[in-house]
T-cell receptor, first 111, second 115 residues
Framework: SQQGEEDPQALSIQEGENATMNCSYK?????LQWYRQNSGRGLVHLIL?????REKHSGRLRVTLDTSKKSSSLLITASRAADTASYFC???????????FGTGTRLTIIP | DAGVIQSPRHEVTEMGQEVTLRCKPI?????LFWYRQTMMRGLELLIY????????DSGMPEDRFSAKMPNASFSTLKIQPSEPRDSAVYFC?????????????FGSGTRLTVV
């Protein structure tokens, strides 16, 4: 079953613009992770944010977490053509080691 | 490290045949996960192992599916007999500390087509 729902399902922006994707989830979490998947490839881990953190940065990525609203956002600044991919959020619940993935946002960067 | 290695990359088989998918995790990673990805259902966890022991197989769809991890460097996912609805991309992933501590490293996947 899917824990996370990403919004929007698809997003197209011009190169250089910022891209924002949102993730909502249903139950209490231990941490939330974001992954990228290029077409025909496996998923690549981008960033992990713990339930007691509110914001985290990694290069051009900025992730926020609002546990009261059960939501997270991923911001990619100064987008590049190479950022074209699907982006998934995944949640980890207390007491187990498995990740439950959301439905994904397909991001297209237009050169 | 070469990362998580899956084989084969593509598999086309006839309905009723046995299919075996293979995975070599990253050395030193204690956790191994098998996921299935389809357009309709997204990414679904099938089973995961900790230190070669199956911990949660609640996602295995039917008795036709079985998974083993005979040692720390090898795991298999077997489907017998295969059916067209098993067509999907199957991913193996490994993790040092599990989802509570770490991200996963995914393999490139096996695209299975059952005709």
């Amino acid at each position: 079953s899917q824990q996370g729902e990403e919004d929007p399902q698809a997003l197209s922006i011009q190169e250089g613009e910022n891209a924002t994707m949102n993730c909502s989830y249903k139950t209490s979490i231990n941490n939330l992770q974001w992954y990228r998947q290029n077409s025909g490839r496996g998923l690549v881990h981008l960033i992990l944010i713990r339930s007691n953190e509110r914001e985290k940065h990694s290069g051009r990525l900025r992730v926020t977490l609002d546990t009261s609203k059960k939501s997270s956002s991923l911001l990619i600044t100064a987008s590049r053509a190479a950022d074209t991919a699907s982006y998934f959020c995944a949640t980890s619940n207390f007491g187990n080691e498995k990740l439950t993935f959301g439905t994904g946002t397909r991001l297209t960067i237009i050169p | 490290d070469a990362g998580v290695i899956q084989s084969p990359r593509h598999e086309v088989t006839e309905m009723g045949q046995e299919v075996t998918l293979r995975c070599k995790p990253i050395s030193g990673h204690d956790y191994l996960f098998w996921y299935r990805q389809t357009m309709m259902r997204g990414l679904e966890l099938l089973i995961y192992f900790n230190n070669n022991v199956p911990i949660d197989d609640s996602g295995m769809p039917e008795d036709r599916f079985s998974a083993k991890m005979p040692n720390a460097s090898f795991s298999t996912l077997k489907i017998q007999p295969s059916e067209p609805r098993d067509s999907a991309v199957y991913f193996c992933a490994s993790s040092l500390g599990g989802a509570a501590l770490d991200g996963y490293t995914f393999g490139s996947g096996t695209r299975l087509t059952v005709v």
